[in-house]
């Protein structure tokens, strides 16, 4: 026997294929080959194990799978997975090409006769520790935590869960030398065998804290009472039996199986027979995969390829959003940042920039707003640990002498507009703006850690201090760590030269450093590689030619507007004084509280925490169906928050330079991958009032030119269509018919044209509350009536519509495994409570699941949409401008001659982004402002 394994031992990995088999088959949807043959466990396993390949860095593997036959356990209790359904006949012929692949990745291939996967995984496991060897078991199974200790770790790929000693005491309430005791305990309803009645995981965890282990408990059973007691005293002569069972065996012969046992040294992960594997994903079209692996062997393009959407093999691979990768070990990691004083050093510099393959690049500003911040400085580094901060507009008394910014940018234009040069940053855009504010137009721009880490964990922070927590487990300089906080908090110009360059530097290191880990994660998934290289990264840019461009604001008509809203709202006040019997102030809750349930006596619908009577916007507009003063407070909230943060705010926000108002959008907050804006917010202006949709009336075109809107037509409920696969939703998009008025036709069973309005409004209500997860009780509210009817209406809806109930119950299966859903080009949705959460926000998360692939597909077809137009107007030479992108719309300032050609080629374009089931439609409006354009 050898000694016990040390940190850095060689990593003997056991895959418990067994486990994975039905995982993979129930993760993914009913993947076919061109034939019909199933292939969604294949998939699902080949994702699996070269998702484990990438991350993990073994050497010796061994993927294990349960032989055919009865096994010791079947002798020793012939009840023994009694109850187990049948293995499914699509799953059944998906085991020999499963085998095969895994083979053909390089995995050796284990089966014993008479012994389960989990019984050679513990044998396999012992004997690697006994031998010298870390162990790591990849697994679904809670059995086999029994074998953790402190060289034997569990990982679930599926859903990213490590179990070491600290983990498995933290999720089970025992440590792994007392799980088999646990287990005994509860019992295992899949295998079939019993435990104590009624004791669960709680009760067995207790008992086992109190008592030490089960022999502990059984001698303490006389004194345990209430029913459990009883019931445990019941169990006494089954237990023994019952650890039997699920103990894993570490003791299995493997001589027969594996050369040269008892070592582990023959089973070697080898290199993929990439040549065989070419055949493999021909004879099941993978294609996308099929395109990866001819391009790593020069057959075909390396460039990505845009997927098939109607095909979800050219998605990501079904794998956690997070896969789990060891921090790089930076405890040799020097760091060295270098403040440039001199044209010398500078030109040392700039002569490393040329020569380097990507180059990290930060600005340190004296403002936040883009279309304003002047550069106090700049930072470069070209690998990890290294960097050169060149401070232009420090001011601090004794500051030392710094290099003059005209010199240093002109020394630096050239290599910032070179495309060849490679450049990274951290949310490029915002630097991008910058240095056009410098008269520098930046090109080259590879890659941002920002989008890297939104297209791979949306979910997740994707500042740079998190960032570098997350994937280098390093803790970085924060601005306020530099600059101070508050009313105390100092420009950065101020913030002495050592300091500012330790700063920046990091920065600019950190951010070179995070690529470097991250984005090959992220590059292994090819649906995440293509949203992020073909969608947000050329998003980006052209949001910074929107930003810059701006819109055209007619700032007297909005004052206008202002002093008619001031108006309004002061007849308001008056009526409501009169309705109350006397005044009080319409924005204060307490006051609002006061008159309407103390003076009016109207009913209290909802209590605040602290026990008062709730006042907000759902107690007013329920109040509001019976009661006139409600309504008038509503109305006056909403003309008060229209006037405040539009009509007297938008003229104070146009830019004096520009003339126009300037937006910025935000890329990476939504995790749909919705765009969002601020300064001003322009997805938010109300457009179901007349007062709201005035509002759009002050986006005007400049003299010669008209607006344009294009707007997607019901795009959602085209890929419901698309995704579902529904025959009647399908054929009413492709033959142009009123899609409401088609699914009230079959809902209410009456011809089309003789389809009521109120039936068509109920129909519609119904199409787009099922796309966001609606159920009866939300249905009725919708329309007002009760929830038996409301359920009605859904069960007829899908009785008739029977591809959209089963995508919905699919993809909440789907979901609730894997934790996450998908778009059609791969985008992914992390859902976090859809397995942790409480009752309210699992089934949030279900509805959320819903609808987010259609949601997140309809970001990315507006974002492609964009890229689209924006490629034919620059190819074309047009002069017309991109001004506006909202929700499912463009908006486009489009000289007079150019009109007839965006009215025709821009439809055309939004509806050609990619091959739907059902045609894509976009809608367009002209006019001399935004209101009357749509």
Known sequence: MTDSPTPDAPLLLLVDGSSYLYRAYHALPDLRSADGFPTGAIHGFIAMLKKLRDDVGAGHAVCVFDAPGPTFRDHWYDQYKAHRSPMPDDLRQQIAPIHEVVKLLGWPVLEVPGIEADDAIGTLACQGVTSGHRVLISTGDKDLAQLVNEHVTLINTMSNERLDVEGVKAKFGVPPER????????????????????????????????????????????????????????????????????????????AEHIPGWPAVESLQLREPDREAMLDFYQRYGFKAWKRELEGALGRAPAEPQRPTVARFDNAAPAASAAPAVPLPDLSGLKRHYETVLTMERLEHWIGVLRGAELVALDTETDSLDPMAARIVGLSFAVTPGEAAYVPLAHNYPGAPDQLEADAVLGALKPWLEDAAAAKIGQNTKYDSHVLANHGITLRGWRHDTLLESYVFEAHLGHGLEKLAERHLGRKGLSYEDVCGKGASQIPFSQVDLERATEYSGEDSEMTLHIHQVLYPRLAALPGMKYVYEQIELPVSALLARIERHGVLIDGALLQRQSKELAERMLGLEREAYEIAGGPFNLGSPKQIGEVL??????????????????????????????????????????????????T?????????????VHTTYAQAVAVTGRLSSNEPNLQNIPIRTPEGRRVREAFVAPPGHVIVSADYSQIELRIMAHISGDPGLTRAFSEGMDVHRATASEVFNVAPENVTSEQRRYAKTINFGLIYGMGAFG????????????????????????????????????????????????RRIELPDIRGGNGPRRSGAERQAINAPMQGTAADLIKLAMLAVQRALDEGAKRTAMVMQV????????????????????????????????????????????????
């Not at 009760?203 to 086992?208: E, L, N, Q, S």
């Not at 109040?623 to 109305?635: M, Q, R, V």
């Not at 007297?648 to 126009?660: A, E, S």
């Open 179 to 254: 799980i088999v005791d646990y287990l005994t305990l509860i019992g295992d309803a899949v295998d079939n065998i019993p435990g104590v009645e009624k004791v669960g995981p709680k009760t067995a965890a207790k008992w086992i804290a109190e008592h030490g282990s089960l022999d502990g408990v059984i001698a303490a059973a006389a004194s345990i009472k209430g029913v459990a007691g009883e019931n445990l005293r019941k169990a006494l002569d089954w237990l023994p039996q019952g650890r039997r069972l699920v103990t894993v065996k570490c003791d299995c012969e493997l």
């Open 597 to 646: 349930f103390n003076r009016l006596g109207l009913p209290v619908r909802k209590k605040t925490a602290s026990g008062a009577p709730s006042t907000d916007e759902d107690v007013l507009q329920e109040l509001a169906a019976d009661y006139p003063l409600p309504a008038k407070i509503l109305e006056h909230r909403s003309l008060s928050k229209l006037k405040g943060t539009y």
């Open 648 to 660: 007297d705010k938008l003229p104070q926000m146009v830019n004096v330079r520009t003339g126009r």
């Open 779 to 826: 249905l009725a509210q919708a329309l007002g009536i009760e929830q038996k009817a409301a359920r009605a209406y859904i069960e007829r809806y899908f009785a008739r519509f029977e591809g959209v109930k089963r995508y919905m119950d699919d993809t909440r299966r789907s979901a609730a495994e894997l934790g996450y859903v998908e778009t059609l080009f791969g």
């Open 887 to 934: 929700h499912d719309e463009l908006v486009f300032e489009v000289p007079e001659d150019e009109l007839d050609w965006v009215r025709t080629q821009v439809p055309a374009l939004m509806a050609g982004v990619a091959p739907l089931k059902v045609p894509l439609l976009a809608e367009v409006g002209v006019g001399a402002n935004w209101d009357e354009a749509h």
